[in-house]
């Protein structure tokens, strides 16, 4: 038996730190003794290494869902190691975004502002993930009043109470994926604990004995808190329409309409205008979708002197006047690459954060060392 290994060809650099915890996704950890980020996406599981070179990354594959080995043992091709591996690059590159370049912004948000390039060029490495669509809904629900850290154990109990397992796989000594249903132990420990696939809304929805205060139950037991009704109406809400595009089917985008896509998720409970730019940007890909909050603002305020943004406020309540003023800037600045522009806004502002709170440097430590030695000596003579 051997290892699914390879290597994905790139474009362009991406930094995986800024992109897998940036806030987009919570299904990743990074693994230091493999030097990996390990998590799952779509039902597999598998890990990702930084670049080495600008021209490569590498991954390798450890599980997937039974759902999954269904799907890829009904081809022959799929089946080997050839076809698999070439599958899970068009895959691996799609998740990523691995063809949508932040770097051909580069000039676009340096000409209102050159504070991003001099100080936090590696912001321009970011992606944006091409994510399940019922996945950023309950995770950008879970969001509100959140930190990352929380956000991400929340998900992880949604996904181990509600998910489909997730199985081993390997290839076999005929270049054969071979699936492994005897799970090891360390299965688990090895991969950061992942060991379910997030769940679709009708895998929620039936677990829950199609109880929307049972569901509400279980989810305030699990620490979901406030949001707990939120979540259980909302499935409820998608289990009496399994032709909605968030009810069982994450493959095929209902939406064409970028308004109409927004419009239609602030419907559901739990969903403002924020949460649902969120979902239409990392779950249905519209570039021009711009999520705004009060960091954003700021960050966007203090960087980019424009017309189109005068007169409005740093700070203060976020207004649905100043969401609209501020998206469309970005619309009509940045085009498709609008979504992925605040994404870099948003790591930067991060990198500025980390280097504002950065302690003294050695430099003044060792000046208030030469003030103590006088003392010192002073004692002695004393003595």
């Given at each position: 038996?051997g290892?699914?290994v ?15 915890k ?10 230091d ?24 990354l ?7 869902t039974?759902?999954r ?23 691996l ?11 051909s ?14 100080h ?14 019922f ?43 071979q699936?492994?249903?005897k ?10 604990g992942?060991?379910?696939a ?5 895998m ?49 985008n ?74 469309d800037?970005?619309?009509?600045s ?45 004692k002695?003579?004393?003595?």
């Amino acid at each position: 038996m051997g290892r699914i290994v390879g290597k994905i060809p790139l474009t362009s650099m991406i930094n995986l730190k800024d992109t897998l915890k940036g806030g987009q996704s919570f299904r990743f950890r990074f693994s230091d003794g493999e030097k990996k980020y390990c998590g799952v996406a779509k039902g597999i599981l598998f890990g990702v290494s930084e670049p080495s070179t600008s021209n490569e990354l590498e991954y390798q594959v450890y599980g997937l869902t039974k759902e999954r080995w269904d799907y890829f043992s009904e081809s022959n091709l799929l089946r080997t190691s050839y076809g698999f591996c070439n599958f899970f690059q068009r895959f691996l590159g799609e998740y990523l975004g691995i063809e949508k370049n932040a770097h051909s912004l580069q000039d676009s948000i340096t000409e209102f502002s050159k504070n991003i390039s001099m100080h936090s060029p590696q912001a321009f490495q970011v992606k944006v993930l091409a994510q399940e669509r019922f996945e950023t809904l309950i995770a950008f629900i879970t969001s509100a009043n959140n930190n990352i850290e929380r956000i991400t154990k929340l998900v992880s109990k949604f996904s181990e109470e509600f998910g489909e397992e997730i199985y081993p796989i390997e290839i076999d000594n005929k270049e054969e994926l071979q699936i492994i249903e005897k799970i090891s132990p360390d299965f688990s420990n090895e991969h950061l604990g992942f060991r379910h696939a997030f769940p679709t809304a009708k895998m929620v929805w039936d677990s829950s004995e199609e109880s929307a205060e049972k569901l509400e139950a279980k989810l305030r037991l699990m620490g979901y808190g406030y949001r707990a009704p939120y979540i259980a109406e909302t499935i409820e809400t998608l289990a009496a329409d399994p032709s909605h595009p968030f009810y069982d089917n994450y493959d095929v985008n209902e939406f064409k309409d970028y308004e109409k896509c927004v419009t239609t998720l602030q419907t559901l409970k739990g969903v403002g205008k924020k949460v649902a730019d969120c979902i239409a940007l990392h779950g249905f890909q519209f570039g021009c979708s711009v999520p705004i909050d009060v960091h954003i603002r700021r960050i966007t305020l203090n960087e980019f002197k424009h017309q189109d943004l005068r007169g409005l406020k740093v700070d203060g309540s976020l207004t649905v006047t100043d969401y609209k003023r501020i998206g469309d800037f970005y619309r009509l600045s940045f085009g498709q690459f609008a979504g992925l522009a605040q994404q870099v806004m948003f790591v930067y502002s991060l990198h500025r954060s980390k280097n504002l709170n950065k302690p003294l440097k050695k430099a003044q430590s060792a000046k208030t060392k030469a003030k103590a030695k006088p003392r010192a000596k002073a004692k002695q003579r004393k003595k």
